[in-house]
């Protein structure tokens, strides 16, 4: 295995993957880009330099490190092990990094799949959101084997302002899931505290103002009670996709006969959004939830 990632490739150019790409290029690493839409590959190219490929195979052909950033489990399978996947143009002691939220199984798939062909795996996982990704300080989370992720490690810090192993394959995955259980549980509080804070008729900015001082403060509260008392749900994390973590996490309490009563409400109550047709709202919308009559 080499010392320095000097060619990388980057699958999936959306709202998450398309400044993470951003940032290795301005590093000085020769990237090579696939998305599936190839008009937002041909357009990253023309902003960052590198090349864009046809195939996920072509995108890592000679690439030391790559990357992937997409929807689902079915969407990594497709772009990895399908039949034009990335895999099948890796070379050997390349390492495959997925920044997907997705799937512990999947992760130990992956696993198996790059350990064939003498390649290595890294499941990781990212938390912080697009204004993270285009500030370049997303928490990664990561799990593998300790050489392949030293090695990636330099590339990843690029985008990420903590980078961390958590153990072995899948441990990365199995901490987004407990990103994501936390978070639920602190969206739906907010919402709720503010729900009531207007129907007591107070100032909720200023409410907001003196509690966060306190122990209720969080990240969601100073990020998004703003937005939220405004009505405003077009930034941040979609209802969609946190449901489809949501579902995950649930998946995999199951497994391990972990009890997650909050989690599952939560998950109920955005369904609830979903049927007021906001898949794509910002998660905090679970305050409109609430005003909805």
């Known amino acids: 295995m080499s010392q320095t990632i000097r060619t990388a490739a980057f699958i999936g150019l959306g709202v998450m993957g398309y400044p993470m790409a951003g940032h290795l290029a301005r590093a000085g690493i020769e990237m090579r880009v696939y998305n599936r839409t190839s008009e937002k590959a041909r357009q990253w190219v023309d902003e960052h330099g590198g090349s864009w490929h046809e195939t996920p195979a072509e995108a890592a052909h000679s690439a030391d490190l790559i990357l992937v950033c997409v929807g689902n489990d079915d969407d990594v399978r497709e772009v990895t092990t399908g039949p034009e996947g990335a895999l099948t143009g890796m070379q050997a002691g ?4 997925d920044h997907t939220t997705a799937s ?22 990212v938390s912080g959101g697009q204004q993270g990704a285009v500030n370049g300080v997303l928490t990664i989370m990561c799990g593998g084997e300790e050489h392949a992720f030293q090695h990636a490690r330099p590339a990843l810090a690029h985008y990420g302002r ?13 901490t987004k899931m407990v ?27 200023r409410v907001i103002e003196v509690i ?4 209720a403060g969080s990240w969601q509260m100073e990020n998004r009670h703003r937005t939220m008392i405004a009505d405003q749900y077009d930034h941040g994390f979609a209802v969609d996709w946190m449901r489809k973590d949501l579902g995950i996490c649930l ?36 305050l409109k939830r609430l005003q909805h009559d």
């Not at 390349?94 to 990094?97: K, Q």
């Not at 512990?104 to 790059?114: G, M, N, S, V, Y």
């Not at 903590?162 to 199995?174: D, E």
């Not at 609830?272 to 910002?282: E, F, K, L, P």
């Open 94 to 97: 390349a390492i495959l990094v």
């Open 104 to 125: 512990a199984e999947l992760a130990e798939e992956l696993d198996h799949a790059c350990r064939e062909r003498g390649a290595h795996f890294i499941d990781a996982p």
């Open 162 to 174: 903590a980078v961390t192993l958590m153990g072995a394959v899948g441990a990365g995955q199995m």
């Open 179 to 205: 990103n994501q259980i936390c978070i639920a549980g602190l969206v739906q509080s907010l919402a709720e505290g503010l729900h009531f804070a207007e129907k007591a008729g107070l100032d909720s900015h």
């Open 212 to 215: 966060a001082q306190g122990a």
């Open 251 to 286: 998946e995999e309490a199951r497994k391990l006969g972990a009890r997650l009563p909050v989690a599952a409400l939560v998950d109920q109550f955005y369904g609830d959004v979903q049927a007021m047709g906001g898949g794509r709202w910002d998660t905090s919308a679970l």
